[in-house]
């Protein structure tokens, strides 16, 4: 069961300003189990790409907060998921259809050990 996983950067991200809980392991965890990934961030698109070029990290988009909607639309999946800090996170992730997640590395985590595909 493959899912979208779209994540802020600031305030959610171990290598975020200010960091936050999830980690980057997170990350390729998400991506090795086949999961859609991406950033969904204020930053710049051009600014996102990089980051993950610097932590060696294919990310499957970077987005803007604003463009969530076209991402749903871009991959098919069984579930569609925002993990984000703020109100602002929440408010553009429920308007794009996608269930919101604060920050939490244990919520995260427990998702993905849900979603697990396994042989």
Do not use: N
Request: glycine share 8%; charged share 20%; aromatic share 10%.
């Amino acid at each position: 069961m493959r899912l979208v996983l779209s994540f802020d950067i600031d305030g959610t991200l171990e290598i975020g300003d200010p960091p936050g809980p999830v980690l980057l392991e997170t990350i390729r965890l998400a991506a090795r189990l086949g999961h859609v990934i991406g950033s969904c961030s204020d930053r710049p698109l051009s600014h996102q790409a990089d980051l993950w070029k610097d932590h060696r990290l294919a990310m499957d988009f970077v987005a803007l907060k604003t463009d969530l909607p076209a991402i749903r639309e871009r991959f098919s999946a069984a579930g569609y998921y925002h993990i984000g800090d703020t109100d602002v996170d929440r408010h553009y992730a429920t308007v794009a259809g996608f269930i919101y997640l604060p920050p939490d590395l244990a919520v995260v985590q427990e998702l993905l050990a849900f979603h697990y595909p396994g042989p």
